[in-house]
C-alpha cells in the first residue's frame, strides 16, 4: 500500500524456537558474530519477530519504530476495495495498539521520542500526534489544500504539500509543531519535490524537474531551499532518498538500494531493492526477492530478515529501524490480496555482546 512510499549475512543456521503469545524467540548460533567483534558460542536470542496485527483489522501496517512505540496502519471495512484507514500507535504488542484516529481515515508514517506523524486520508491534511486521538494536531498550512507528514524527528516533521502557496505544484514542506511554522523546501528552479525523512537537523527526499530526462534525484537539505544537496550519483538515472539518522541517508536508484553520507560521492550500493530507513549504523528495507533486509554499510553484510519470520509469510518489507537496532515493516502471506501483518523485529542484545554504535542526534 503507502509508506513513505509503500514491498545476506552469509547464511546462518536459524532455529525458530518457542511460539510464545504471538511472538517468535529467535535462535541464531553464530549470527552473533555478525554484529560483534568477538565470537560468542553459546546460542543469542537477536531477535524476537512479533505480529502486531490487532483484533478487529483486516490488514495492518508497520511504518516507524522508536523507543517502545511502534506506529503504522489498520484497515477495516466491510472489503479490501473500499477499506478504512486507521493510524495506529503500538508499545510492542498487538494488545497494546491505541487507534490514534477512532473514526478512521488516517495514517501514521513516523514515529520520534513520543511523537507521531502522518494524514488525514479525507481532507489529505498532514497530522501530528502525542501518544492519543486527542492530541491531534492539524499541519497543513495556510494556502495549502492537500499534504501529508512522512517523517519526524521529534521536534521537526517532513512531507509535503501542494496549493496556491506553492503555486499548485507538490512542495517538500518542514515543520516544527505547528501548521504556521512551516518552511517550504522546494530549490529553487525544481518542479516538485517532497521530504521523507527528518533527523538531527538534515532532511532527505527527492526533487523532480530540472535534471536530464524529467526524472527524480534524491536531496538532502539541512533546514531551508538553500543549500540543498543533489545526492544523486554519477551514472545513476534517477533516485529517490528515503531515510535519514547519525549522518547517513538512504534511499534507492535504479532499483538498487542506496547509501549515502552527505554527498553524492560517498553513495554505497548495497545491492537490488530499497533502503527505507537507517539508525547512523544499521540500514533496512527490502530486497527484489520480497524479503525485509538489514545491512550494516555494505552489500555483503546483509541479513535476510525475512528468514527469521514464522512459516506462512511469502513477502516482507522492513520500513523502520531505531537507535536501539529494533526494525518494523510488514509481511504478506501468499494470495494476490492477502491481507498484510504490521511486524516487529525486536533486537535483543545480551550483556556479555560488543554494544553496537547508536545514533543518538535522531531516529
Known amino acids: 500500500m503507502h509508506g513513505g512510499s509503500r514491498r545476506n549475512l552469509a547464511p546462518a543456521k536459524i532455529c525458530i524456537g518457542l511460539l510464545l503469545g504471538g511472538a517468535i524467540l529467535l535462535m541464531i548460533p553464530g549470527g552473533d558474530e555478525a554484529f560483534s567483534q568477538s565470537a560468542i558460542r553459546?546460542?543469542?536470542?537477536?531477535?524476537?519477530?512479533?505480529d502486531l496485527h490487532p483484533?478487529?483489522?483486516?490488514?495492518?501496517?508497520?511504518?516507524?519504530?522508536?523507543?517502545?512505540?511502534?506506529?503504522g496502519t489498520g484497515y477495516t471495512g466491510e472489503s479490501l476495495d473500499q477499506p478504512r484507514m486507521h493510524a495506529l500507535l503500538w508499545r510492542g504488542s498487538p494488545a497494546s495498539v491505541v487507534d490514534l484516529s477512532p473514526s478512521g481515515w488516517t495514517e501514521a508514517t513516523a514515529v520520534c521520542r513520543g511523537q507521531q506523524v502522518g494524514w488525514g486520508t479525507m481532507d489529505n491534511h498532514a497530522l501530528l500526534w502525542r501518544g492519543s486521538a486527542a492530541s491531534m494536531v492539524d499541519l497543513n498550512p495556510s494556502g495549502v489544500d492537500a499534504s501529508e507528514a512522512l517523517g519526524t524527528s521529534g521536534t521537526e516533521q517532513v512531507g509535503w504539500g501542494r496549493g496556491p502557496a506553492t503555486g499548485d505544484m507538490q512542495h517538500a514542506l518542514l515543520w516544527r509543531g505547528s501548521a504556521a511554522s512551516v518552511v517550504d523546501l522546494n530549490p529553487k528552479g525544481v518542479?516538485?519535490?517532497e521530504a521523507r525523512g527528518a533527523s538531527g537537523g538534515?532532511?532527505?527526499?527527492?526533487g523532480y524537474g530540472p535534471?536530464?530526462?524529467g526524472v527524480t534525484?534524491?536531496?538532502?537539505?539541512?533546514?531551508?531551499a538553500a543549500g540543498v544537496v543533489d545526492l544523486n550519483p554519477k551514472g545513476v538515472t534517477a533516485s529517490e532518498a528515503r531515510g535519514t539518522a547519525g549522518?547517513?541517508?538512504?534511499?534507492?536508484?535504479?532499483?538498487?538500494a542506496l547509501l549515502w553520507r552527505g554527498t553524492a560521492a560517498s553513495v554505497v550500493d548495497l545491492g537490488p531493492g530499497t533502503a527505507y530507513a537507517t539508525n547512523g549504523a544499521e540500514q533496512v528495507g527490502k530486497?527484489?526477492?520480497?524479503?525485509?533486509i538489514l545491512w550494516r554499510g555494505s552489500a555483503d553484510s546483509m541479513v535476510d530478515l525475512h528468514a527469521l519470520l514464522p512459516p506462512g509469510f511469502e513477502d516482507s518489507i522492513a520500513f523502520g529501524i531505531d537507535a536501539a537496532g529494533d526494525v518494523v515493516g510488514l509481511a504478506v502471506p501468499p494470495g494476490h490480496w492477502a491481507p498484510s501483518h504490521a511486524i516487529l523485529w525486536k533486537r535483543s542484545v545480551p550483556e556479555h555482546l560488543t554494544p553496537r554504535p547508536q545514533n543518538t542526534t535522531g531516529c
Open 42 to 50: 553459546p546460542q543469542v536470542p537477536l531477535y524476537t519477530v512479533i
Open 55 to 71: 483484533a478487529g483489522f483486516g490488514i495492518s501496517e508497520g511504518w516507524g519504530v522508536s523507543g517502545e512505540q511502534q506506529v
Open 191 to 193: 518542479t516538485a519535490s
Open 202 to 206: 538534515e532532511q532527505v527526499g527527492w
Open 211 to 213: 535534471f536530464p530526462g
Open 217 to 224: 534525484h534524491a536531496l538532502l537539505w539541512r533546514g531551508s
Open 247 to 256: 549522518g547517513e541517508q538512504v534511499g534507492e536508484g535504479d532499483g538498487r
Open 287 to 292: 530486497r527484489g526477492n520480497g524479503h525485509a
